[in-house]
Protein backbone atom coordinates (compact mmCIF):
# COMPACT_ATOMS: atom_id res chain seq x y z
CA UNK A 1 0.00 0.00 0.00
CA UNK A 2 3.07 2.64 1.15
CA UNK A 3 4.22 1.69 -2.13
CA UNK A 4 1.43 2.65 -3.91
CA UNK A 5 1.01 5.79 -2.50
CA UNK A 6 5.10 6.56 -3.16
CA UNK A 7 4.70 5.64 -7.27
CA UNK A 8 0.90 8.20 -6.97
CA UNK A 9 2.85 10.91 -5.20
CA UNK A 10 5.87 10.14 -7.30
CA UNK A 11 3.43 10.79 -10.50
CA UNK A 12 1.99 13.83 -8.99
CA UNK A 13 4.30 15.20 -8.24
CA UNK A 14 5.95 14.70 -11.49
CA UNK A 15 2.68 16.47 -13.44
CA UNK A 16 2.49 19.05 -10.82
CA UNK A 17 6.17 20.22 -11.65
CA UNK A 18 6.81 19.34 -15.10
CA UNK A 19 3.69 20.66 -16.75
CA UNK A 20 2.23 23.29 -15.29
CA UNK A 21 0.16 23.55 -18.03
CA UNK A 22 -2.12 20.36 -16.71
CA UNK A 23 -2.42 22.10 -13.74
CA UNK A 24 -4.20 25.29 -15.22
CA UNK A 25 -6.23 22.60 -16.78
CA UNK A 26 -6.87 21.22 -13.85
CA UNK A 27 -7.77 23.96 -12.17
CA UNK A 28 -10.47 24.97 -15.05
CA UNK A 29 -12.09 21.94 -15.23
CA UNK A 30 -12.93 22.10 -11.60
CA UNK A 31 -13.99 25.51 -11.97
CA UNK A 32 -16.26 24.39 -14.66
CA UNK A 33 -18.00 21.52 -12.45
CA UNK A 34 -18.63 23.82 -9.67
CA UNK A 35 -20.45 26.15 -11.91
CA UNK A 36 -22.31 23.49 -13.56
CA UNK A 37 -23.27 22.30 -10.17
CA UNK A 38 -24.70 25.24 -8.78
CA UNK A 39 -22.27 26.60 -6.53
CA UNK A 40 -22.36 29.72 -5.82
CA UNK A 41 -19.41 32.57 -6.85
CA UNK A 42 -18.59 32.86 -3.17
CA UNK A 43 -18.71 29.02 -2.41
CA UNK A 44 -16.64 28.94 -5.73
CA UNK A 45 -14.14 31.44 -4.40
CA UNK A 46 -14.00 29.68 -0.67
CA UNK A 47 -12.85 26.38 -2.60
CA UNK A 48 -10.39 28.08 -4.65
CA UNK A 49 -8.67 29.66 -1.75
CA UNK A 50 -7.59 25.98 -0.81
CA UNK A 51 -6.81 24.80 -4.28
CA UNK A 52 -4.73 27.60 -5.09
CA UNK A 53 -2.78 26.81 -2.02
CA UNK A 54 -2.29 23.42 -3.24
CA UNK A 55 -2.08 23.82 -7.10
CA UNK A 56 0.28 27.21 -8.03
CA UNK A 57 0.34 28.47 -11.35
CA UNK A 58 2.93 30.35 -13.34
CA UNK A 59 2.30 34.21 -12.91
CA UNK A 60 1.30 33.88 -16.96
CA UNK A 61 -0.80 30.87 -16.70
CA UNK A 62 -2.83 32.19 -13.48
CA UNK A 63 -3.46 35.60 -15.79
CA UNK A 64 -4.78 32.95 -18.21
CA UNK A 65 -6.95 31.13 -15.51
CA UNK A 66 -8.31 34.29 -13.89
CA UNK A 67 -9.01 35.40 -17.36
CA UNK A 68 -11.17 32.20 -18.19
CA UNK A 69 -12.49 32.04 -14.76
CA UNK A 70 -13.93 35.41 -15.56
CA UNK A 71 -15.65 34.29 -18.69
CA UNK A 72 -17.48 31.52 -17.13
CA UNK A 73 -18.63 33.37 -14.32
CA UNK A 74 -20.37 35.88 -17.54
CA UNK A 75 -21.57 33.42 -19.12
CA UNK A 76 -23.02 31.81 -16.33
CA UNK A 77 -24.62 34.90 -15.35
CA UNK A 78 -25.56 36.33 -18.68
CA UNK A 79 -27.39 33.04 -19.23
CA UNK A 80 -29.11 33.79 -15.84
CA UNK A 81 -29.65 36.92 -15.99
CA UNK A 82 -31.72 36.29 -19.93
CA UNK A 83 -33.93 33.67 -18.95
CA UNK A 84 -34.93 36.11 -15.50
CA UNK A 85 -35.03 38.88 -18.10
CA UNK A 86 -37.24 36.87 -20.90
CA UNK A 87 -39.67 35.60 -18.40
CA UNK A 88 -40.52 39.15 -17.05
CA UNK A 89 -40.57 40.38 -20.47
CA UNK A 90 -43.34 37.67 -21.44
CA UNK A 91 -44.92 37.78 -17.99
CA UNK A 92 -45.54 41.89 -18.88
CA UNK A 93 -46.76 41.16 -22.34
CA UNK A 94 -49.26 38.54 -20.94
CA UNK A 95 -50.51 41.01 -18.15
CA UNK A 96 -50.87 44.06 -20.18
CA UNK A 97 -52.59 41.82 -22.87
CA UNK A 98 -55.13 40.98 -20.50
CA UNK A 99 -55.34 44.46 -18.93
CA UNK A 100 -56.24 45.45 -22.77
CA UNK A 101 -58.90 43.08 -23.21
CA UNK A 102 -60.73 43.93 -20.30
CA UNK A 103 -60.00 47.87 -20.95
CA UNK A 104 -61.98 47.42 -24.27
CA UNK A 105 -64.38 45.09 -22.65
CA UNK A 106 -65.52 47.93 -19.97
CA UNK A 107 -64.87 51.29 -22.25
CA UNK A 108 -67.65 49.43 -24.99
CA UNK A 109 -70.01 47.26 -22.61
CA UNK A 110 -69.79 48.80 -19.08
CA UNK A 111 -69.27 46.25 -16.21
CA UNK A 112 -67.40 43.03 -17.37
CA UNK A 113 -68.61 39.56 -15.51
CA UNK A 114 -66.49 38.70 -13.22
CA UNK A 115 -66.89 35.04 -15.14
CA UNK A 116 -64.94 36.94 -17.75
CA UNK A 117 -62.80 38.43 -15.82
CA UNK A 118 -61.64 35.34 -14.30
CA UNK A 119 -60.91 33.49 -17.36
CA UNK A 120 -58.93 36.26 -19.02
CA UNK A 121 -56.71 35.97 -15.87
CA UNK A 122 -56.28 32.46 -15.60
CA UNK A 123 -54.81 32.69 -19.47
CA UNK A 124 -51.16 32.47 -20.13
CA UNK A 125 -50.46 32.02 -23.77
CA UNK A 126 -49.66 35.52 -25.06
CA UNK A 127 -51.10 34.24 -29.08
CA UNK A 128 -54.73 33.54 -27.37
CA UNK A 129 -54.75 36.80 -25.64
CA UNK A 130 -54.01 38.68 -28.92
CA UNK A 131 -56.92 37.26 -30.28
CA UNK A 132 -59.48 37.16 -27.54
CA UNK A 133 -58.25 41.32 -27.85
CA UNK A 134 -59.00 41.47 -31.37
CA UNK A 135 -62.19 40.12 -30.90
CA UNK A 136 -63.15 42.40 -27.33
CA UNK A 137 -62.71 45.20 -30.47
CA UNK A 138 -65.24 43.72 -32.65
CA UNK A 139 -67.72 41.72 -30.99
CA UNK A 140 -71.20 42.90 -30.03
CA UNK A 141 -71.55 41.95 -26.71
CA UNK A 142 -70.54 40.37 -23.71
CA UNK A 143 -72.61 37.26 -24.10
CA UNK A 144 -71.30 36.81 -27.31
CA UNK A 145 -67.41 37.10 -25.76
CA UNK A 146 -68.51 34.92 -23.44
CA UNK A 147 -69.17 32.11 -26.26
CA UNK A 148 -66.19 32.77 -27.38
CA UNK A 149 -64.28 32.14 -23.97
CA UNK A 150 -66.57 28.81 -23.60
CA UNK A 151 -65.60 28.19 -27.21
CA UNK A 152 -61.74 28.70 -26.66
CA UNK A 153 -61.88 26.37 -23.49
CA UNK A 154 -63.78 23.26 -25.24
CA UNK A 155 -61.17 23.69 -27.69
CA UNK A 156 -63.72 24.70 -30.71
Not at 112 to 117: A, E, H, L, M, Y
Amino acid sequence: MTEQLTDYDSLWKEVIELYPENRLQWKLSLVRRLYERGYSREDIRELFRFIDWIMVLPKELALSFKTKVRSYEEADRMRYVTSIERLEKEEGIVETARESIITVLETRFGEVPNSIVEVINGIEEPSVLKILLKSAIAIFSTAEFQQLLDSLASGE
